[in-house]
């Protein structure tokens, strides 16, 4: 009795070491606790190719009901700040950043993301970065995590990757799977460029922007019935205006009141038209104010 | 008959005024003249805007629980523009627009023992948790920052200053878009930056 005591106490004892184990051995990889939510940093390539770029992806879960911002927040907020430190021979590009959402309150309307969404960052090893012991990626993340209230939030994470002098490839391991469909399903999310026979312009009128856009024959094949602007700078629209949608030939107009703190005429409107969660564009409109070109 | 009638109409127009109110009463713009209000006070006065026409007039949008107006705080920042305007004859209303329930919302006992620990020296602190003059204003976040002339007409509304972060670091270097609105104004300059994006937390109305 006595010894199978001691044999269940050890075996619970193992079971114990051997679960410590594992948890120490995935939390190198899995993420990092951020106010009511994880953070965590992926790759899309198994290891890192000299000369050759790549991405990483900074991964946001959140917990229900909680936000965290696009690169213009809207009217509260503010977006992810994030510092990376790379060894010698690795450098970050601009952050590429999933289509956002309209979050509502009571007053304003915010810019960003629910539930989870992966933030692309591309990345550049040099052509002289020589194939050596593994390299470690890290980053210092700021973020404010919204619901009712706000949380700022700091982390730090990081990745280790080898680098080899083959090209990379797409991780195909079972083990990545997960990751290679964040990355498929941000691809998905991110803004393309407007195609090429697509026209937008924009009419600055009293109070609005009247953007309105040719789209060719594009929308045959997916009638448009929506579409949401996303401007890239601050104090341009006012954000928790109502965005009138009217279908005109061959495209569409979308009305987008003025911010009041819109006190200088603009030459273009940058952004972003979502038309649904997988069909985003990035536009840059001139504007003309339609009055001031008569007169002169 | 007719009596009856009229006492049921008149609630009716009643409640249609003052749905249609807030709709037409056009928000604070730069330049025009700042919406006139009345509050109550957590030093137990009643305050009129219109009271202090001939001086300059700062509106700070408050929430004691965003950690934006934290960063203002606790970095001693905010109650050092305080003591530095209202010393030079400026008015300062902390302006509570937290709705009962919601974060930020305050008693008067509570916010004066808050001003009290923090040290905080606005002229007063004024209890607006129905949201009037959140709106009236189109207050969208704390700590939104309105400034107003001697003449009554607004000259800046938006943020305290241009780094839009929680970080307490990011005071000292940092652009403050109030104080230089009334140093402009004070030298009969132009405000340079009369208008930028109010940053912080959502008011909770």
Known sequence: ?296 | MTNMKRSILYPTVIVLVLCAAPLLISAAKIGEAAPEFSAAASNGKTLRLSDYHGKYVVLEWHNNGCPYVGKQYKSGNMQRMQKQWTGQGVVWFTILSSAPGKQGYVTASEENDYLAKMQAAPTAALLDSTGEIGHLYDAKTSPQMVVINPQGVVIYDGAIDDKPTTDLNDVPGATNYVSLALEQAMAGKQVATPATRPYGCSVKY
């Open chain 1, 1 to 296: 009795m006595r010894g199978c005591d001691r044999n269940s106490a050890v075996s619970r004892a193992l079971r114990f070491g051997v679960v410590l184990l594992l948890c120490a051995e995935t939390a190198q990889a899995e993420s990092t606790p951020i106010p009511h939510g994880t953070l965590e940093v992926i790759a899309e390539n198994q290891w890192i190719a000299a000369g050759h770029n790549f991405y990483l992806g900074l991964h946001f879960e959140l917990e229900q009901g909680w936000h965290i911002y696009w690169v213009n927040p809207g009217d509260s907020g503010e977006p992810p700040r994030v510092e990376w430190q790379l060894p010698a021979g690795l450098s970050a590009g601009a952050t590429e950043w999933p289509a956002p959402r309209r979050l509502e309150t009571s007053s304003i309307v915010d810019f960003g993301y629910e539930d989870q969404v992966t933030l692309m960052v591309p990345m550049h090893a040099e052509a002289s970065l020589a194939a050596q012991q593994p390299v470690r990626l890290g980053a210092q993340v700021k973020v404010l995590v919204c619901r009712e209230m706000c949380i700022p939030g700091k982390a730090q994470v990081s990745l280790t990757l080898p680098v080899k002098s083959q090209s990379p490839a797409p991780d195909s391991r079972t083990e990545a799977a997960r990751t290679m469909d964040l990355f498929t399903a941000t691809r998905k999310s991110l803004p393309r460029p407007a195609p090429g026979n697509w026209t937008f312009r924009v009419a600055d009128t009293k109070d609005s922007f009247v953007l309105t856009a040719n789209l060719g024959h594009q929308i045959t094949g997916h009638p448009i019935t929506q579409a949401i602007f996303f401007p890239l700078a601050e104090s341009q629209i006012d954000n928790a205006a109502p965005q009138k949608f009217l279908a005109v030939a061959a495209g569409f107009q979308l009305t987008l009141r003025k911010s009041n703190q819109l006190l200088k005429p603009i030459e273009r409107l940058k952004g972003v038209l979502v038309f649904s969660t997988d069909r985003a564009y990035v536009i840059d409109a001139p504007v003309s104010r339609p009055g001031a070109a008569k007169s002169s």
